[in-house]
């Protein structure tokens, strides 16, 4: 299963964690932040979107996949599927 948009009362529990729609997005936002940060310093990444860049740097695709991971959704899958979306 890749990421699908959740529902507020959906719930995904992880490790004893309670992670839902809200951490969910919290996260990617971070992730976002990041990406945008790598295309302001690296010109092959200008005009890029932020899911591209997350999907295809090295130092943020690891991370990114283990975090759509957690929340029970196949990480790398998702970023193959935005790096050929987002191209």
Known sequence: MTIRELNMEEV???SGANLN???F???MK???QMANLYAAV?????GKDWHYIAAVEPGLMGGTSQLID???YAG???LANWARDYA
């Open 12 to 14: 995904t529990s992880v």
């Open 21 to 23: 729609r809200v951490d």
């Open 25 to 27: 997005i919290q996260y």
């Open 30 to 32: 971070g992730v976002e």
């Open 42 to 46: 690296n010109p092959a990444y200008a």
């Open 70 to 72: 957690m929340f029970g």
């Open 76 to 78: 790398k899958e998702s």
